[in-house]
């Protein structure tokens, strides 16, 4: 079975500062990857994704991702954080061998907090 | 503009009132599915759909029916909905391509069931 870890609930950063939200996983072979962001009252929003090639992934607004084989983890990170990216956050990771459900499989998500 | 809707936004009904929830895409995508998130749970799939008239459950069925007769819609039907059943549910929606492809979200539907 697979899983997903965010082992904060929350993580504050100030305006300026890097940021990470951090993602583990488990899964068997290779997994796909992704992340999402859940603003106030708004459906989830895709942010960006790893399905093979360079370990280094950028996405949407600024924000990018490293998937890290050997220590299973895909933290998402932003070199400048910003009021706006204050949001909840998801990481999900799905089975590439699984063709018909296709299933995403969420973890419980991190609160990203930047203060002014 | 591509996306994925869903109606009602909120939803308060009674224990045993049969609900439906739309799901509409407008991007010919032949995956569906239906999550519910619950608080420290994530989300976790309910029932999916390969194309028009195949459906499957996901990790959650219990109480759920879904039916996919046009490529574009894929409702959620609660026959006899209860309280353990009020949670966010959203629809997601993909193509069926080589792999890895990305699951559009819509906008979600609160139900609380009293």
């Known amino acids: 079975a697979q899983s997903v870890a965010q082992p904060e609930d929350q993580v504050n950063v100030a305006e300026g500062n890097p940021l990470t939200v951090k993602c583990t996983y488990s899964?068997?072979?290779?997994?796909?990857l992704f992340w999402y962001v859940q603003y106030p009252n708004r459906g989830l929003q895709f942010l960006l994704k790893y399905i093979t090639g360079d370990n280094l992934v950028k996405g949407s607004y600024g924000f990018e991702a490293e998937f890290n084989k050997s220590q299973t983890s895909f933290h998402l990170k932003k070199p400048s954080a910003l009021v706006s990216d204050s949001a909840l956050y998801f990481c999900a990771v799905r089975n590439p061998m699984d063709t018909g459900r296709r299933a995403l499989t969420f973890g419980s998500g991190t609160r990203l907090q930047v203060q002014p | 503009e591509a996306q994925v809707t869903q109606n009602p936004r909120y939803l308060i009904t009674v224990t045993g009132k049969k609900l439906t929830v739309t799901c509409s895409q407008n991007m010919n995508h032949e995956y569906m599915s239906w999550y519910r998130q619950d608080p420290g749970l994530g989300l976790r799939q309910i029932y999916y759909s390969m194309n028009v008239e195949v459906t499957d459950k996901g990790d959650v069925p219990e109480g759920y029916k879904v039916s996919r007769k046009e490529k574009r819609n894929f409702p959620l039907i609660l026959e006899s909905p209860s309280p353990n059943q009020t949670s966010l549910y959203f629809c997601?929606?993909?193509?069926?391509?080589?792999?890895?492809?990305?699951?559009?979200f819509g906008p979600g539907t609160r139900l609380l069931v009293l």
């Open positions: 997601a929606s993909s193509l069926l391509a080589g792999g890895g492809e990305t699951q559009y």
């Open positions: 899964v068997s072979g290779n997994p796909y």
